[in-house]
């Protein structure tokens, strides 16, 4: 099978936060809201009694819940892309029109400026989004194909293959 497909910032931007990044921008969330929630709740319950603690429990509570969101929103809508971007600036020969082939043995990955020949069995395995299927060389490191260009035929045909040669990797980092 042969595909052809753009590389570009929008597919890093995907690829990394399919990684690892949106898993641990909401596991970073989740552990800020415990801390700040376990932390000060054993303070309110020497300070108030009653009503008075139910309302500032409850207030305490939602500030902590804001604070998680804020911090998982903030490395998923700001923090992955200005790294994404930054490696897109810092290597321009990897990206652009890229060439897909894979066979019996692996996948042949051709961009503008280099060729790279992967056995299957260096795969750790492959995740899938909307937008994208990502080649998982390791816990950090994946190449995104876009599916922008492919017809629904080819995205099944393609996923086959990948169910057929490695594993489906879920989505979220810690379960890798």
């Not at 042949?108 to 260096?122: K, Q």
């Amino acid at each position: 099978m042969q595909l052809r497909y753009q590389l570009d910032k929008a597919a890093l931007v995907q690829g990394a936060r399919l990684q690892n990044g949106d898993g641990q921008a909401i596991v970073f969330g989740t552990v800020l809201f415990a801390v700040f929630a376990v932390t000060q709740l054993l303070e309110l319950f020497d300070k108030y009694q009653g009503t008075t603690l139910a309302v500032a429990a409850l207030l305490w509570l939602l500030f902590c819940a804001v604070a998680g969101l804020a911090a998982a929103a903030l490395t998923i809508f700001v923090m992955i892309p200005i790294r994404a971007g930054s490696l897109y600036r810092q290597n321009p020969i990897l990206y652009g029109a890229m060439e897909l082939r894979e066979d019996d043995d692996g996948i042949e990955i051709r961009g503008p400026r280099m060729t790279s020949r992967f056995a299957w069995s260096d795969f750790r395995g492959f995740k899938e989004n909307k937008a994208i299927f990502l080649l998982c060389l390791s816990k950090s490191i994946g190449q995104p194909v876009t599916k922008q260009e492919m017809s629904d035929d080819i995205i099944r045909a393609f996923r086959s293959r990948l169910e057929q040669k490695m594993r489906r990797l879920p989505r979220w980092p810690g379960m890798i």
